[in-house]
């Protein structure tokens, strides 16, 4: 029976405590978690087994994924022309071509700048077809925009030189005509000599 009492006080009682046990005054055997004083002797208990519950860890959330495509682009650079190239053009043509890696993204355009201004609509397409051009130096730069106008990428600025042959240059390599006036661009009409009038004959008075 003592045997029993004193397993149940072992379950009952925390395993962090300590018991002890003495003969009271009657002869019987007591034990107690709380030290007496006289012959009370301290029990040594076994290890418990009780087995604590495993701590859930809780693993970090896996970063989103990026809900839309991305905006930035590696590379944006003008393929033709080269910086500071001049262009000998009579009409003052040429054509600017831009490279994008990665490729344009959807809801993207190109925007070309001609000496700070756009040159034309927005649009996919990496060419641009540029018609007569004034002579002299020029600007240009291209930008990568969104369908709200918002600017993604820019070029930096880059010169290029207009070269075109003017009318007295044009008509001192190959002089106007009088059949060539109102036919060729360097020969206008306006410019046309005047002929002299021979049909008037003066007649001197006769003395």
Do not use: W
Not at 95 to 105: D, F, Q, R, W, Y
Not at 131 to 155: K, L, P, S, W, Y
């Amino acid at each position: 029976m003592r045997t029993l009492l004193f397993a149940l006080l072992l379950v009952a009682l925390p395993t962090f405590a300590q018991v002890y046990t003495y003969v009271d005054a009657d002869g019987n055997r007591v034990f107690t978690d709380s030290p007496r004083d006289g012959n009370a002797k301290q029990v040594q208990m076994a290890p418990s087994n009780r087995v604590e519950p495993p701590t859930r860890r809780l693993s970090p959330p896996a970063p989103a994924a990026p809900s839309g495509p991305i905006l930035s682009y590696e590379l944006l650079r003008i393929t033709i022309p080269q910086p500071d190239a001049t262009i000998n053009d009579n009409a003052g043509n040429l054509i600017v071509t831009v490279n994008a890696e990665p490729g344009l993204h959807p809801g993207h355009r190109y925007r070309l700048l001609l000496d700070g201004q756009p040159y034309s609509d927005a649009g996919r397409s990496p060419v641009f077809p540029l018609q007569n051009i004034d002579r002299g130096t020029h600007q240009i730069a291209v930008e990568i925009i969104t369908e709200g106008g918002i600017i993604v990428e820019r070029t930096p600025s880059q010169p290029f030189h207009m070269k075109r042959i003017s009318l007295a240059q044009k008509r001192k390599v190959r002089p106007c005509e009088k059949d060539d006036y109102g036919v060729r661009p360097e020969c206008p009409i306006g410019d046309k000599p005047k002929e002299e009038d021979k049909g008037i004959i003066s007649i001197l008075p006769f003395l």
